[in-house]
C-alpha cells in the first residue's frame, strides 16, 4: 500500500510539473527593465517592457552602442517582437525569442547558438 501511495504521490508531482511547465509568463511579468552582462566581453545588453506593448533593445559592445525601439508580445515561453526603427528590419521582420522568467528578478533568454543568458531586473 506504502508503495502504491508513493507512485501516486510521484505521478501527481510529474502532473502538475507538466501542466505549469508550458504556462509560460504574462505580458505583464516582462515590465520594466531587465540587464544581462557577458563578464568575458564586457558586452551587454537591455531590454526596457512599458505596459502599452512598446519597449528598446539596447546592445553595448566596445563601446558601440545600438538602440532598437520594439514593439512586443509574448505567448507562453516566447517573446514576440518587430524592430520599429530600423533601416534593416521592417515590421514583416518577426523575432522568436525563448524565454523564462525565474522568480521575479531573472530572465533568461536562449541566444542564436542556444546558450542561456541570464537578464537581471533593475
Given at each position: 500500500m506504502k508503495t502504491a501511495r508513493k507512485i501516486l504521490v510521484v505521478l501527481f508531482a510529474f502532473f502538475m510539473i507538466l501542466t505549469t511547465a508550458g504556462c509560460g509568463a504574462k505580458k505583464e511579468d516582462l515590465f520594466g527593465v531587465w540587464e544581462y552582462t557577458d563578464t568575458s566581453t564586457?558586452?551587454?545588453?537591455?531590454?526596457?517592457?512599458?505596459?502599452?506593448?512598446?519597449?528598446?533593445?539596447?546592445?553595448?559592445?566596445?563601446?558601440?552602442?545600438?538602440?532598437y525601439e520594439l514593439k512586443y508580445n509574448s505567448e507562453g515561453n516566447h517573446l514576440l517582437?518587430?524592430?520599429?526603427?530600423?533601416d534593416i528590419y521592417t515590421d514583416d521582420d518577426?523575432?522568436?525569442?525563448q524565454f523564462k522568467l525565474?522568480?521575479?528578478d531573472k530572465m533568461i533568454v536562449k541566444?542564436?547558438?542556444?546558450?542561456?543568458?541570464?537578464f537581471v531586473r533593475k
Open positions: 564586457g558586452m551587454s545588453a537591455v531590454y526596457e517592457f512599458r505596459d502599452d506593448g512598446t519597449g528598446t533593445y539596447t546592445v553595448n559592445s566596445g563601446g558601440n552602442e545600438v538602440v517582437f518587430t524592430i520599429t526603427n530600423s518577426l523575432f522568436d525569442i525565474k522568480g521575479n541566444d542564436s547558438t542556444g546558450r542561456d543568458l541570464t
